[in-house]
């Protein structure tokens, strides 16, 4: 460990260098097709732009991974395989950003682990090969985060809250329930932004906003009314009703209006959801729709183990389970420290604002992917944290230099702080 976290920069290019390595071996095995039918649907809306250099009016999705799409095909060709070497890239650039913002929270020694993590992280990987919008909605989420979360020693700084707000509509305008994220975090920093706390969050608000306003004012031409991203978010309701009662998107709102205590249950249900370790309501399930997805495009993939199974469930459970159990460690060890809690209450914003946004819809472990390098850097705290703490109390000689290293490296916590805390701490 202290040779491979001897050199900063050597171990974030060994993480880059590994986390690239994995997904392009993963997309590799993958079919040339799509796998879900949103990435039928996405494609089409990119090859539309390219043709007539615009979306439609029956385009009530979300644009953003529509454009990136567009721009893969314009420069690359239209390739299945070209669209999953990008995301390769883009995924192995995004464990370097997580591991830099791991850095700025725990120090070098975490943010090398929490790059590790993700490299190897079954979730990070799985996104790889998926050509779905997941990927670039977590990398803007992850460059929105990194922007807005100064070092520990550092102010917060009005030019990079005004880029952070841009990436972070970025995000919004991929993955729409990033608003709520905007929001939160708008909030976060009125909180604690140690002065000015009304100009910062007005700089943060107002990057997200230049993003946002030109799509929204598409929508006010287009459909009439303030829509900021997405359209048809009424077709996402949940139903409450039988399906034959269901004709049309108002149906699913009066649905919910006369029967408010259904709705709340529901909700309450998709909270719990988007905690899931393994992967359950995947319509891609069923072989009967596959095949009628197929039937329309080709491109659809009929047979696929993207779908609950032992193997999945088993690999699900095995990787999800050790990273909640040292995130939960994580958050104690930085709740100790009065220094970290700004740190650690972002660090929790990203993952509850989407679980809070999904829950009025429908929660699922693939929709928590975006927000799952928050729970990382929080496990890759924990594990250093617990690591320190077991070799500390040991007295071993191996438990002693790497405690000693740790606390000159990655500017952690002392021996003293986590055998008995300071008087500050208590």
Do not use: H
């Given at each position: 460990m202290n040779t491979f976290f001897s050199n900063w920069r050597r171990a974030l290019l060994l993480v880059c260098f590994l986390a690239l390595l994995i997904r392009v071996a993963f997309i590799l095995t993958q079919q040339d097709g799509f796998y879900f039918p949103d990435s039928t649907m996405d494609s089409h809306t990119a090859l539309k732009l390219l043709s007539v250099g615009e979306f439609g009016a029956d385009f009530g999705r979300a644009p953003g991974y529509p454009v990136f799409l567009a721009v893969v095909y314009f420069l690359f060709g239209q390739n299945i395989f070209t669209i999953r070497l990008v995301e390769s890239f883009m995924g192995a650039?995004?464990?370097?950003?997580?591991?830099?913002?791991?850095?700025?929270?725990?120090?070098?020694?975490?943010?090398?682990?929490?790059?590790?993590?993700w490299t190897v992280y079954p979730?990070?990987?799985?996104?790889?090969?998926?050509?779905?919008?997941?990927?670039?909605?977590?990398?803007?989420?992850?460059?929105?985060?990194?922007?807005?979360?100064?070092?520990?020693?550092?102010?917060?700084?009005?030019?990079?809250?005004?880029?952070?707000?841009?990436?972070?509509?970025?995000?919004?305008?991929?993955?729409?329930?990033a608003l709520l994220t905007i929001v939160f975090i708008v909030a976060w920093l009125f909180c604690w932004a140690d002065h000015s706390r009304l100009f910062l969050a007005s700089v943060l608000f107002l990057?997200?906003?230049?993003?946002?306003?030109?799509?929204?004012?598409?929508?006010?031409?287009?459909h009439g009314r303030v829509i900021p991203v997405q359209s048809n978010f009424k077709g996402l309701l949940p139903r409450l009703v039988p399906f034959e009662a269901?004709?049309?998107d108002d149906d699913r709102v009066d649905a919910i209006l006369n029967h408010p205590d259904r709705y709340t249950t529901r909700v309450g249900r998709n909270f719990l959801h988007f905690w899931e370790l393994y992967p359950?309501?995947?319509?891609m399930s069923f072989p009967n729709y596959r095949d009628a997805l197929h039937a329309k495009d080709p491109r659809v993939i009929k047979e696929t183990i993207y779908s609950p199974?032992?193997?999945?469930?088993?690999?699900?459970?095995?990787s999800v389970s050790p990273v909640f159990l040292f995130a939960i460690f994580g958050t104690v060890a930085m709740w100790l420290r009065k220094d970290l809690r700004r740190e650690l209450s972002i660090l929790w914003i990203m993952p509850l604002s989407f679980a809070i946004g999904y829950a009025f819809f429908i929660g699922k472990i693939r929709y928590r992917i975006p927000v799952e390098p928050y729970l990382i850097i929080l496990s890759a705290y924990g594990v250093h944290a617990t690591y320190a703490m077991i070799s500390t109390r040991l007295r071993s000689p191996l438990g002693s230099s790497a405690s000693i290293a740790f606390v000159k490296r990655a500017e952690f916590v002392s021996r003293e702080d986590l055998v008995s805390p300071s008087k500050e701490s208590q």
């Open positions: 650039f995004l464990a370097v950003i997580i591991a830099t913002i791991g850095r700025r929270i725990g120090g070098e020694m975490v943010g090398a682990l929490a790059g590790i993590i979730l990070g990987i799985f996104i790889a090969g998926l050509v779905y919008s997941t990927g670039l909605g977590t990398m803007f989420l992850a460059c929105g985060a990194y922007c807005v979360l100064p070092s520990k020693d550092e102010e917060f700084s009005a030019k990079k809250l005004f880029l952070g707000g841009v990436f972070l509509g970025l995000a919004a305008l991929t993955i729409p329930v990057g997200s906003i230049v993003t946002l306003v030109p799509w929204t004012a598409r929508n006010f031409l287009v269901i004709r049309r359950s309501q995947v319509i199974n032992r193997l999945i469930n088993t690999v699900s459970i095995l």
